[in-house]
């Protein structure tokens, strides 16, 4: 069996996540999923599988940490990781919160934009800025 990409999401609303998994499968990622910044940041600690990008929610209901860290500390891991952010809400904060080199998807957005940034931002490498 080929080994798989693994996408870490972070999605509290088990409707978007549904879609959200759905769309990586088809796209050929597997999904490691949380529902908390929390929970993403002990995976990405113990590492027991190797996240290779991060998809989250802005807005997380559960737990303290909000979409803005877990991508933050993400990156703090590894510089490049490629990140993708999804909102409903918040996409003017992105400019002043998100980090360099992500893409940010407004919901509704359709389940190919998703596999397109995925796919987008692992085929970039290391960023240039």
Do not use: H
Not at 43 to 49: A, I, N, P, V
Not at 65 to 92: C, L, Q
């Amino acid at each position: 069996m080929e080994d798989l990409l693994v996408v870490l999401v972070v999605e509290d609303d088990p409707s978007i996540l549904s879609i959200v998994e759905a769309a990586l499968t088809d796209g050929g990622f597997e999904s490691a999923i949380v529902s908390s910044g929390e929970e993403a940041v002990a995976l990405l600690k113990g590492s027991q599988r190797e996240c290779r990008a991060l998809v989250t929610d802005i807005d997380l209901g559960q737990g303290k940490m909000d979409g803005w860290e877990v991508a933050k500390f993400a990156r703090e891991i590894d510089p490049a990781f490629p990140i993708i952010y999804m909102t409903a809400a918040s996409a003017d904060k992105w400019a002043a919160n998100g980090v360099p080199n992500s893409i940010l998807l407004t919901k509704p957005f359709a389940p190919a934009q998703l596999v397109t940034a995925v796919s987008q931002l692992l085929n970039a490498g290391t960023p240039t800025t």
